[in-house]
């Protein structure tokens, strides 16, 4: 049986990064480890630890995606959460006997990680990220 192992970020929807730094960074004294545009997700990413996880604030570089959608809806704040499991697709199989409904039914394979989301209809509203570390470069 899969488990989840760890929190591994809280991911919030930005308008602006450097702005949102004004209170992560400047008024909380969090640091900022860096910060990345990842094309695969169509964004610009803040990654900043908190002990062993992360707030990850994600600016969208693109209109067509799920978080410049939830920006324009919703405005800015907590987008989804992220879960460190021991074995995404074994997780993936348990969630879906169980019946919870699946963005990704098989997960994206990424440099050095394999994820998956679960759609909010079945998590009481939060959208929640699968996420496995992998040895692939």
């Not at 930005?14 to 545009?37: C, K, P, Q, Y």
Request: aromatic residues 6%.
């Amino acid at each position: 049986m899969a488990k989840i192992t760890k929190l591994n970020h809280v991911a919030i929807a930005v308008n602006d990064v450097d702005g949102s730094l004004g209170f992560w960074r400047d008024a909380m004294g969090l640091a900022v480890d860096h910060i990345e545009d990842v094309p695969s997700q169509k964004a610009v990413v803040a990654f900043i630890p908190v002990g062993d996880s992360e707030v990850e604030l994600v600016k969208p570089t693109s209109e067509d995606t799920g978080v410049a959608k939830f920006l324009a809806e919703r405005g800015g704040g907590m987008h989804h959460l992220c879960f460190e499991v021991d074995d995404i697709d074994a997780m993936l199989v348990q969630l879906k006997e169980k019946g919870v409904r699946l963005i990704n039914e098989t997960p994206q394979v990424l440099p050095g990680r394999k994820m998956a989301f679960v759609h909010p209809k079945s998590t009481g509203g939060v959208l929640v990220e699968l996420y496995q570390l992998t040895t692939e470069a």
